[in-house]
């Protein structure tokens, strides 16, 4: 099976940057579409960004488009997600996943319109004021 670990997380004040790094291992075939998650304390999870390697599309939350840049090496079995302009809301612990399903027509790339099968344990991001 497939193995996602985060790293990169960590303290910065408010318009820093960080860049996350998503390594995976295992059989990793299928994994097309992989994704950035985050959640804080009491809130819900979000999608922030996604990424499909067979066709180059990108999704951003809009909570994070033009700050935070995902991308992807497929040789390297990673992913990555540069985080520049960072604010305090941007604090929560930050999820790798990978290998979606569709399973809903929302909308276009609606991010609850799909499952991702694989996910991390995830890396923590403060961000201070």
């Known amino acids: 099976q497939v193995q996602l670990q985060e790293s990169g997380g960590g303290s910065v004040q408010s318009g820093g940057s960080l860049r996350l790094t998503c390594a995976a291992s295992?059989?990793?075939?299928?994994?097309?579409?992989m994704a950035w998650f985050r959640q804080a304390p009491g809130k819900e999870r979000e999608q922030i960004a996604s990424?499909?390697?067979?066709?180059?599309?990108?999704y951003y939350a809009d909570s994070v488009k033009g700050r935070f840049n995902i991308s992807r090496d497929v040789a390297k079995n990673a992913l990555y997600l540069q985080m520049s302009r960072l604010k305090p809301e941007d604090t929560a612990m930050y999820y790798c996943?990978?290998?979606?399903?569709?399973?809903?027509?929302?909308?276009?790339?609606?991010?609850?319109?799909?499952?991702?099968?694989?996910w991390g344990q995830g890396t923590q991001v403060t961000v201070s004021s």
């Open positions: 996943a990978a290998d979606c399903i569709r399973r809903g027509q929302s909308g276009w790339l609606a991010p609850e319109d799909y499952e991702y099968k694989y």
């Open positions: 295992g059989y990793t075939t299928t994994m097309y579409c």
């Open positions: 990424i499909w390697s067979n066709n180059g599309l990108i």
